[in-house]
């Protein structure tokens, strides 16, 4: 069974920086696709913010590119987010999952919030 657990999100001032971190159990992040997501308030679905391929590929869409840097530690099995200059429109909760989504991993993820 898989398991993924978010962590790192808080509170920040725009133009602040957070770390997020994704656990996995089940699942191997170095032989897969992964990415990060995100769902802000009041929106429907969820929005791939970061794509990090088995080779360290990354792709991002442009709203977060140059700010947001996708990494994993392959001996923890541990996936991250940096994520720098945040903007307030990058308030959202953020999940870990595979890219494209398996619908039955997601976790609870982890709230981001930026606001003065």
């Known amino acids: 069974q898989v398991q993924l657990v978010e962590s790192g999100g808080g509170s920040v001032q725009p133009g602040g920086s957070l770390r997020l971190s994704c656990a996995g159990s089940?699942?191997?992040?170095?032989?897969?696709?992964m990415g990060w997501y995100r769902q802000a308030p009041g929106k429907e679905g969820r929005e791939l913010v970061a794509?990090?391929?088995?080779?360290?590929?990354?792709l991002y869409p442009s709203s977060v590119s140059g700010r947001f840097t996708v990494s994993r530690n392959r001996a923890a099995n541990l996936l991250y987010l940096q994520m720098n200059s945040l903007k307030p429109e990058d308030t959202a909760v953020y999940y870990c999952?595979?890219?494209?989504?398996?619908?039955?991993?997601w976790g609870q993820g982890t709230q981001v919030t930026v606001s003065s």
């Open positions: 999952n595979t890219q494209p989504p398996d619908v039955y991993n």
């Open positions: 089940g699942i191997d992040f170095s032989t897969n696709v």
């Open positions: 794509r990090l391929t088995t080779a360290d590929g990354t």
